[in-house]
């Protein structure tokens, strides 16, 4: 019935062969990879707006050479992601970049913050998405943590079913998002030329406007740039790609640029042209769109596809975190289940875990966007930071023609990038901003940890071919049992495969002295050739007394022979049956594995019945 399930929800397994079908074309790779970034177009204005208007409804104007600083920062990070992709075409971003370049410890922190990153990217985005549907439905509202959580669900079960597919569908929402802001700037700026709306781009009167500092200014303008979230994705998921990879994705990365640039940049100029400040129950957004089309058609065409764009970026996440585990994995930082692929061709652990984290995350916060959003971008400019001060190092030791030039815009990306990361860190750390300062530096030691235990186990396993080779040995065979049977005759049959009977031991526990002498009886009338040895247990234990018969016989044969437990059980048709049975045989064999230097073998006999 579970595999049903399963084909059902996943689909049938593909073959190894059929992994380059699902790379990515240009078309499909845009949406899969850029939503989360787009989706920031829904934010990133409304957050410069709300740091100004604290102050004053005069300081509003800032947000427009505000504005265009982040357009010009997004630029210097849309140029340096498209020399990492080309630098790194086998994809990692940051991590990959700093390892290289930075050393280890550096890869580790860029690598922790773009997991925890894509993380809470899920987590915010499918809140916020559920938001807007609790909003246009009220009745809704006390289901948040639920919808979130189902939300959560259906993402990671179509990511399961295969990266071209997800990509399938969650292409037509994004286009239509990107279709919509293109309208609605358009027709926003054709009202103003016409005349239908009074323009007032004039600065201020003041020189200096009373309260405006520039912290408030650096906080408006850090706050601003969580439209920059997502930015790195491309080149994080650059083996998504069809060949040639690196030129696709960077082509891609460089729509996703200009698109943004004019998104955010139609959206914050039409938001000041139209005097919109933040409203704590209508996004600025709506408000833009309601000042344009009305309350029409157009109108709620934009809030729906908002709320669309919103719960979908958190795909990109189930594109970026199942790549850079792998990577991660590779390198021995993460468990190496992460890089196995599952049956349609997905890093299925990894898009698993993603979602596991993320729903543990949206239940510990109640489903509150306001209060994940602090938790958010830290990650993403630090790990901004680390990849441009990687390259700025990589440009001076290739010292490649051009380099100067280079070096120069990553210089100023990392130093830009660091400034955003500590406002951030300052202005949201009460919020929430130190639960991520606090969990970056124990993952690092967890990866550290695990990076370790790989490498002492490779030490402790590795071998001289030249000089090591087995050595024959005895092996003395213990079976429990607990009466004589099909089972038991079976194992019995097994172990002289193994061994001479003279070296089997078959071990009866019994409980009163009754049991004991009946199954002697019935042993000595059988009789099968190999020895028995009873005990009695006066605690009704198994475990005890069978593993202390254990320690002695394992103190009796040879260093060099081995001691192994042929556990006979049998296996049931239907899984409801075995709850009708004991599970001696599974605490037997969980026992002996992590307790014992011995070898341990299960003796399976299906029933038929």
């Known amino acids: 019935m579970i595999r049903e399930l399963k084909r059902f929800l996943i689909g049938r397994p593909m073959r190894s062969s059929q992994l380059e079908h699902e790379r990515l074309p240009k078309w499909k790779a845009l949406p899969i990879l850029s939503s989360d970034a787009l989706s920031s177009v829904a934010y990133g204005s409304e957050a ?105 669900l259906i993402i990671m079960v179509l990511n399961l079913r295969g990266i071209t ?88 990365l460089g729509i996703l640029g200009i698109l943004l640039a004019v998104l955010f940049g139609g959206t914050s100029m039409l938001a000041y042209l139209f005097h919109i400040a933040p409203h704590p129950h209508v996004t600025v957004l709506s408000q833009v769109a309601e000042h344009v089309f009305g309350r029409g058609g157009l109108y709620f065409y934009i809030q729906g596809t908002t709320a669309l764009i919103l719960v979908l970026a958190a795909n990109t996440s189930f594109t970026g975190f199942p790549l850079l585990a792998a990577l991660m994995a590779k390198d021995g930082f993460v468990p190496r289940q992460f890089t196995m692929r599952g049956d349609r061709l997905g890093y299925s652990t990894g898009i698993i875990a993603l979602s596991v984290a993320a729903i543990l995350l949206i239940i510990a916060f109640n489903g509150d966007t306001d209060l994940l959003i602090p938790l958010y971008a830290i990650g993403v400019f630090l790990s901004f930071t680390l990849s441009q001060t990687g390259m700025v190092r990589r440009w001076f030791r290739l010292k490649e023609r051009g380099w100067q030039g280079k070096a120069l815009i990553n210089g100023i990306g990392a130093l830009v990038s660091l400034v955003v990361l500590v406002i951030f860190a300052v202005t949201k750390f009460e919020e929430g901003a130190w639960v991520v300062l606090l969990v970056l530096p124990i993952l690092v030691i967890i990866f550290l940890k695990i990076r370790h235990h790989y490498d002492d186990i490779a030490t402790e396993l590795r071998i001289d071919i030249d000089a090591i080779h087995p050595e024959p040995c005895g092996n003395l065979v213990i079976i429990p049992i607990s009466s004589i049977s099909q089972v038991v005759n079976e194992s019995l049959a097994y172990a002289r495969s193994l061994t001479s009977p003279d070296n089997i031991i078959c071990v009866y526990i019994g409980f009163d002295f009754d049991q004991i002498h009946a199954m002697e009886e019935k042993w000595e009338r059988w009789n099968p050739g190999v020895r028995l040895v009873t005990m009695r247990s006066s605690y009704r234990s198994v475990l005890r007394p069978l593993f202390r018969f254990i320690n002695s016989a394992e103190a009796r044969v040879s260093e060099n022979d081995f001691v192994t437990l042929l556990v006979p059980e049998f296996v049931t048709r239907k899984w409801w049956h075995r709850i009708l049975h004991n599970q001696t045989s599974l605490l037997i064999k969980a026992w002996a594995l992590h307790s014992k230097d011995i070898v341990v073998i299960s003796v399976p006999y299906r029933l038929k019945h």
């Open 165 to 252: 597919e997800s990509a399938t569908v969650f292409s037509y929402p994004t286009y239509a998002f990107i279709l919509g802001l293109l309208v609605l700037i358009g027709a926003g700026l054709f009202s103003l030329k016409t005349g239908s709306v009074p323009v007032d781009v004039s600065r201020p009167h003041e020189l200096v406007i009373s309260g405006v500092t520039w912290f408030v200014l650096l906080q408006a303008f850090s706050s601003g740039c969580s439209a920059l979230t997502g930015v790195e994705a491309i080149s994080n998921a650059t083996p998504a790609f069809r060949a040639p990879e690196s030129r696709n994705a960077a082509n891609t």
């Open 48 to 152: 410069i707006l709300g740091v100004l208007v604290a102050v004053s409804a005069a300081a509003m104007w800032y947000s427009l050479p505000i504005s265009l600083a982040i357009v010009l920062l997004l630029t210097t990070l849309i140029l340096s992601y498209r020399q990492i992709i080309y630098a790194y075409p086998n994809g990692g971003g940051a991590y990959v970049v700093s390892k290289d370049h930075l050393g280890n410890k550096f890869a580790l922190v860029a690598g922790a913050s773009l997991l925890v990153d894509y993380i809470l990217t899920v987590a915010v985005s499918v809140t916020a998405g559920v938001a807007a549907i609790t909003s246009a439905f009220p009745a809704l509202l006390p289901h948040t943590v639920g919808l979130s959580v189902l939300m959560v």
